[in-house]
T-cell receptor, first 113, second 113 residues
Framework: KQEVTQIPAALSVPEGENLVLNCSFT??????LQWFRQDPGKGLTSLLL?????REQTSGRLNASLDKSSGRSTLYIAASQPGDSATYLC????????????FGQGTRLTINP | DTGVSQDPRHKITKRGQNVTFRCDPI?????LYWYRQTLGQGPEFLTY????????KSRLLSDRFSAERPKGSFSTLEIQRTEQGDSAMYLC???????????FGQGTRLTVV
């Protein structure tokens, strides 16, 4: 059974810092990995999708990498801003085409002005 | 395209009552998913449809839960005889088969009192 773990559970940093969020998964036979952002009481916003043939994806100040063999992904946020404060979730799917996602419990990020 | 739409956004119900939630996916998406999220946890998979066919159900989906997608467009999730443990955020997502990225709605927050 696939299990996804995110460390740390919570992180508080001053504005402007670069930071890294970690995601690990127990079964390396994944097809895709997706990072999401969730604001309090809201739904999920897709940030980055890394497909099985890829090792990283970039969008603006965000960069996500994937190492399937070690079961790890990182989300790098450059020059953090207070508006980046949210919970960040990673999710993997394990069956080609099914896209049923298994989520970590999330990292609650607070950027202090 | 307005994205994935869920209705209602919030629902408070008394224990033992039945509730029904609706999800309208992105119009061209043929896959639709339901997830449940409790406070401080990542979403957990409940069920998914490809067009009108319900292809997989989680063991989390007890006999009191039923989901339909009658014409392959919108979907409903019904919970019968609600229990306090059903209190959660119910999230709907959609995707296009062959395209890995899942898009989520804003969720329906259910409170059973």
């Amino acid at each position: 059974k696939q299990e996804v773990t995110q460390i740390p559970a919570a992180l508080s940093v001053p504005e402007g810092e670069n930071l890294v969020l970690n995601c690990s998964f127990t079964d390396s036979a994944i097809y895709n990995l997706q990072w999401f952002r969730q604001d309090p009481g809201k739904g999920l916003t897709s940030l980055l999708l890394i497909q099985s043939s890829q090792r990283e994806q970039t969008s603006g100040r965000l960069n996500a990498s994937l190492d399937k063999s070690s079961g790890r992904s990182t989300l790098y946020i450059a020059a953090s801003q207070p508006g980046d404060s949210a919970t960040y979730l990673c999710a993997v799917d394990g069956i080609q085409g099914a896209q049923k996602l298994v989520f970590g419990q999330g990292t609650r990020l607070t950027i202090n002005p | 395209d307005t994205g994935v739409s869920q209705d209602p956004r919030h629902k408070i119900t008394k224990r033992g009552q039945n509730v029904t939630f609706r999800c309208d996916p992105i119009s061209e998406h043929n896959r639709l998913y339901w997830y449940r999220q409790t406070l401080g946890q990542g979403p957990e998979f409940l069920t998914y449809f490809q067009n009108e066919a319900q292809l997989e159900k989680s063991r989390l989906l007890s006999d009191r839960f039923s989901a339909e997608r009658p014409k392959g467009s919108f979907s409903t999730l019904e919970i019968q005889r609600t229990e306090q443990g059903d209190s959660a955020m119910y999230l709907c997502a959609s995707s296009l088969s062959g395209i890995a990225e899942a898009f989520f709605g804003q969720g329906t927050r259910l409170t059973v009192v």
